[in-house]
């Protein structure tokens, strides 16, 4: 048992937080006021090689594991969590399923121009009415020879519009299947951008197959397996949403504790009441908790071991840990927490979506209750 990073992660750690502060934080507050996407940001993480920090050097990336992935989903969330959740849609949703079920030709088609960050990635598997029960999806997949004909829509795509590949699921004659679509192939569209509460630099959009073509060779894991390719991409997203939410978590803390130590009431920095330095503690305890859950799927992920329970555990932990943290910063700061003059409604604004996307609270139960048993 070792409980220490090694001194690979130390230095990915210091150089995301370097990163994240001087390219990120300055425009967050901007960004996300005017829903803008900054591809600038993309670029520059392609630049020090966060766009493939998992994958091998031979996919474009830097050889490194799912824990440097981790703690730089976290790093980038701890200013920004639409950065965050960029790359992390990026990695974990677009590039894992193509790394892990890829032919050899797809990941030097696909994968790699994604590591280099000269391609975005994106993944789409909920529609208007198919969330929790993605299995029940409605979009068609019809085999015309040496093509799949596409139909339907997908919902609440993270880097929809912005990304060049697309992970998309259907039903064929043999059941789900997982297709590779690129944002130029025919019958390809993207729809409505939604309008959200929080992560509101990071685009969210509807994308639309009207008999989209897409070449056979595109199907990744088979004919018909696409819906175990859909449960485990989200094995290891899961991890990564939950890495976001305890970047977030820690940034609402780091600005709770130099707000209340800055800030005097009654004579004294309210950080010398009980009240206030007792929420610290617990949320403190909160997140070192959820860090370590994440750390722990992380870690077993690079491993080879089974982690879809690991990160159904961290992902629920550090989802409500991002939730009721940043609403005690919000707390702490009091009235000037509710105001856009400090970055803690915005943390508390972008935590909600941890415990809502790739799967919902409710969904990581279901998950886990289930593993239990077997
Ligand atoms: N890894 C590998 N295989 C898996 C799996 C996983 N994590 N989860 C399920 N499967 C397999 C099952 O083993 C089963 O295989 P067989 O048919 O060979 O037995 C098959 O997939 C169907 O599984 P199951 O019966 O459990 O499917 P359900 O329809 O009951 O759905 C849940 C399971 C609810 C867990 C699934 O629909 C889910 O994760 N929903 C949430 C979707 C989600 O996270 N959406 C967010 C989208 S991204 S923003």
């Keep these: 048992m070792n409980f220490a990073l090694s001194e690979e992660h130390k230095m990915i750690r210091k150089m995301v937080r370097d990163f994240a ?115 029940s ?33 259907a039903r064929a004659e043999e059941g789900i299947t997982a297709f590779i679509v690129e944002k130029e192939f025919e019958g390809f569209s993207i729809g409505k951008k939604e309008r959200k509460m929080g992560i509101r630099s990071s685009p969210t959009t509807e994308i639309i197959f009207d008999n989209c073509q897409v070449p056979v060779e595109n199907v990744i894991g088979g004919i018909g397996s696409g819906f175990k390719v859909a449960m485990m991409t989200l094995d290891g997203g899961r991890n990564g949403i939950a890495a976001q939410a305890v970047g977030i978590a820690q940034g609402a803390l ?30 403190a305890v909160s997140i070192e908790a959820s860090r370590l859950l994440v750390y722990q799927a992380a870690w077993l992920e690079t491993k080879g071991e089974p982690y879809g329970k690991a990160s159904a555990m961290a992902k629920l932990m550090a989802g409500d840990t991002a939730m009721s943290v940043t609403t005690e910063a919000v707390q702490i700061f009091g009235g000037y927490g509710y105001t856009k003059d400090y970055p803690v409604e915005r943390f508390m604004r972008d935590a909600k979506i941890t415990q809502i996307y790739e799967g919902t609270q409710e969904i990581q139960r279901l998950v886990i209750s289930r593993m239990l048993t077997k």
């Design 137 to 169: 999806m409605k979009t068609t997949a019809r085999r015309e020879g040496d093509y799949f004909i596409l139909n339907g829509a997908k919902i609440f795509i993270t880097n929809g519009g912005i990304a060049d590949i697309y992970i998309v699921f």
């Design 254 to 283: 780091d600005a709770a504790l130099v707000y209340a130590q800055e800030r005097k009431q009654f004579g004294k920095p309210i950080i010398a009441n009980q009240g206030i330095s007792f929420k610290l503690a617990d949320m």
């Design 21 to 135: 502060n001087k390219e990120v934080a300055p425009t967050a507050a901007e960004r996300d006021e005017e829903e803008r996407f900054d591809i600038n940001i993309f670029d520059k993480m392609a630049e020090v090689g966060l766009t493939g920090i998992p994958w091998p050097e031979k996919y474009g990336g830097i050889g490194s594991d799912y824990l440097a992935y981790c703690i730089t989903v976290e790093e980038l969330s701890r200013v920004c969590a639409s950065t965050g959740v960029t790359l992390s849609a990026h990695i974990s949703l677009a590039g894992w399923p193509i790394y892990t079920f890829g032919t050899e030709n797809q990941k030097m088609r696909y994968l790699k121009p994604m590591a280099e960050g000269k391609k975005i990635g994106a993944y789409g598997l909920t529609e208007s009415g198919s969330g929790s029960d993605a299995g």
